[in-house]
């Protein structure tokens, strides 16, 4: 088939290039954006069965109160005493000013101002009219400012504006600097690594150009498909997007290249040398994209619709990829010919005493000592993970110097942590009946005493704990946690603990829901947990068995797909060692499993079905397997090393994005993919085919005698090459 297709590529070139540039002018002028079927509503992301989320359906149909946002102004004195009744009256004047300011998505007060206990802060809550990372919402934070500095001007009493709004918009340079860096991080990398190895500016250029066509076509076909099949997309979609591409697209295009210039080395016609890397190559890249595509599809099984909403799309463009890699770039080589290499004549002669070659004797010739070294360093590294903990506290993660974090510290002098983000209890009387007020006040001093709950906010008119709805038949209790809405602790306590007490203790003939910010992160968790625990076997199964078809065999997906596991341990553990261990951080982020998930093993398999394929064909050629692994390092080594490097490299680039969450993924990816490139697909899966022998391709034949065929029917591009000989 691979054969075929690299005949009529090859030999029709201008044809396929038409065809790319007529397919991608008409998806640019005709397909719709990709912002047009981008759904930012994450009040979606859990199910309806959710406690969280029955309980914000509660909240919208009985107080009005949508998935909206708001923000807090925290107020305090200059010289850190108490606030006296001027300063009451003064922050309640600013409050009047707020709600008449006509600021664009400010719906008005929250609440009445409400000050701490020890009267060290005051707290003004305003209701925003949207979600916390709508643009508009982000432009009324610097007004919100502008009218509390005029406001407190001259009255000894500082301000700062925090909550969800304030810190998405503090943060949003620190992000856009940051997408900046890896972008032209990724762009100066890839061109740079391949000049080096190449010595070629025209092959330095390749995947740019490449991977820069189906990043414009791709976001065009996954809206296509998305209002199709009522998909919903995600807005960090298109940030993911381009990683992907650029990841898997220079992988693929290394892959063909490296063939290209092997064939060409070996003394084959220009024309046919691409014939035969087309066809040894595709099997590999559509094996290699098959397996991405599962990967990310395997996350439609997810029940947080964070990680659903991002499977489709990032399939589509592996599969627009991967079509390019063997189309439209062999179609752009064949033009070339070994110009692609020019100025270098480096494809005109065989290297000799390369590294390669040294570590592919090392590999056939103590191949038990290789596969103890590799393995016993990815077990150590997967210990760490034994210490591995989990964060929630996004802010947490956010850099410390803006004035949202400086407004959320000030707020902890007079209020518990979790003020910022009230854990709220909602009773719902039974249908025709109404609450009794009395009953309710004594059902929200029950829940106070809850250890961990640090205290109640005022939700009724004459500041009662307890908020009625007008028709009488709900009501709401905004309880203060005492410690970090985020951390660990409360999670369980809201998830656990205080759950079961307001389900029990609810009053006669009502029903009782906790929403909020950390009940939603409780439920997040749950979800998240659940969503490892399926989707990975899931798609660990699926993988092996299109890595069975490829190699014939049901021994070697085994193996492979326990080195890639291991692989993905190794990877936490490294991580927990590096930011638990030695930057005494909490916990990882809870989205770093999916995220592994997405760069380490889907794309990091990549690596493993190129190791895997050559050792395969080097058997079938005749070779033992000794030799085999000798050759599959020698030959397959570098294009492994190049593209994990370059790989890697994008995302260690985002460790200088001065953000603690991208400091931690840009980490995690990176030593992610060099742990797969270079210590399971360079030594250990080599190591081990070396040891099975003929036995990792049971019940295929793993081997041909010389003169036989090669994979795919095709004829052997060399005869077997014994030790001896090399």
């Given amino acids: 088939m691979f054969e075929r297709l690299g005949r009529l590529v090859v030999h029709n070139p201008w044809k396929v290039i038409l065809a790319w540039l007529v397919a991608a002018v008409v998806i640019v002028l005709f397909a719709p954006g990709l912002h047009d079927v981008t759904n930012q509503d994450q009040a979606d992301f859990l199910p309806d069965d959710y406690e969280s989320s029955q309980a914000m359906r509660l909240a919208e149909e009985k107080f009005a109160q949508p998935n909206d946002a708001s923000a807090t102004i925290v107020i305090k004195r200059a010289d850190g005493r108490p606030l006296d ?73 500082s301000y700062a504006v925090t909550g969800d709004v304030a810190m998405f918009a503090d943060n949003a340079d620190a992000f856009d ?265 004594q059902y929200a001093d029950q829940l106070t005493a809850i250890p961990g709950i640090g205290g109640v906010m005022p939700a009724g008119p004459d500041g009662s704990p307890v908020g009625l709805s007008q028709d009488a038949s709900a009501a709401r209790i905004s309880l203060l946690l005492a410690g970090n809405p985020y951390a660990p602790e409360s999670l369980d306590l809201v998830g656990g603990e205080l759950r079961e007490i307001a389900h029990e203790q609810a009053p006669a003939g009502s029903t009782a829901l906790v929403g909020g910010v950390t009940s939603a992160f409780a439920d997040i968790r749950d979800a998240n947990t659940r969503d490892l625990q399926v989707i990975f076997p899931v798609a660990g199964l699926l993988i092996a068995i299109v890595l069975a078809l490829l190699l014939r065999s049901l021994v070697a997906p085994i193996y492979l797909m326990a080195a890639v596991f291991l692989g993905f341990l190794s990877t936490l553990g490294a991580t927990v060692l590096a930011f638990q261990g030695i930057g005494g951080r909490p916990g990882l982020s809870f989205m770093l499993p999916t995220i592994l998930y997405l760069f380490v093993v889907a794309i990091g398999t990549d690596y493993n079905i190129l190791m895997i394929a050559r050792l395969r064909e080097e058997a079938r050629l005749g070779n033992d397997p000794r030799t085999a692994a000798d050759l599959a390092v020698e030959h397959g080594g570098p294009s492994v090393g190049a593209a994990g490097l370059i790989l890697a490299g994008t995302f260690a680039s985002m460790m200088l994005a001065g953000v603690a969450f991208l400091t931690e993924m840009g980490f995690a990816v990176a030593i992610g993919i060099a742990i797969s490139a270079f210590v399971m697909s360079m030594f250990l899966v080599p190591a081990l085919t070396a040891l099975l022998g003929h036995r990792a391709w049971w019940p295929g034949h793993g081997n041909a005698t010389a003169g036989g065929t090669g994979p795919a029917g095709l004829v052997p591009d060399r005869e077997p090459v014994g030790a001896a000989q090399r």
């Fill in 177 to 441: 600097t940051a997408l900046l860096v890896v972008g032209l991080a990724t762009i100066v990398l890839i061109i740079g690594l391949l000049l080096l190895i190449y010595r070629s500016p025209i092959a330095a250029l390749l995947p740019i150009v490449t991977v820069g066509v189906v990043s414009a076509i791709s976001p065009g076909l996954i809206a296509w498909v998305a209002q199709a099949t009522d998909l919903r997309v995600d807005p960090s979609l298109e940030i993911i997007l381009t990683i992907v591409l650029y990841g898997v697209g220079t992988d693929y295009i290394l892959f063909l290249l490296f063939r290209y210039r092997e064939r060409l080395r070996a003394g084959e016609d220009r024309k046919q040398a691409l014939v035969t890397a087309v066809a040894r190559v595709g099997e590999v890249i559509a094996s290699a994209a098959a397996a991405i595509v599962i990967a990310f599809s395997a996350l439609l099984l997810a029940v947080f619709g964070a990680f659903t909403s991002l499977g489709p799309g990032l399939a589509i463009a592996v599969v627009a990829m991967a079509i390019a890699a063997v189309t439209l770039v062999p179609a752009i080589v064949s033009l070339l010919g070994p110009k692609v290499f020019w100025p270098s004549r480096s494809w005109q002669r065989q290297p000799t005493g390369t590294t390669f070659q040294r570590l592919g004797r090392l590999t056939g010739r103590r191949p038990a000592l290789v596969a103890a070294v590799s393995g016993a360093v990815m077990v150590l590294l997967a210990l760490g993970a034994l210490g591995m903990r989990w964060d929630y506290d996004q802010s947490g993660q956010l850099p410390s110097d803006t004035e949202s974090a400086r407004g959320f510290a000030d707020l902890q002098a007079g209020f518990p942590a979790g003020a910022l983000n009230p854990t709220v209890v909602y009773v719902r009387a039974e249908a025709g009946q109404r609450l009794d007020p009395t009953a309710l006040r």
């Fill in 85 to 157: 009744d001027a300063d009451q009256a003064t922050v309640a004047e600013l409050a009047g000013r707020v709600s008449s300011a006509g600021i664009d998505r400010v719906t008005g007060l929250a609440g009445p101002p409400t000050v701490s206990p020890n009267r060290q802060v005051q707290l003004v809550t305003v209701g925003l009219e949207g979600l916390a990372d709508d643009q508009a919402l982000l432009d009324a934070v610097p007004a919100l400012r502008e009218v509390a500095e005029q406001s407190l001007d001259g009255t000894g009493l």
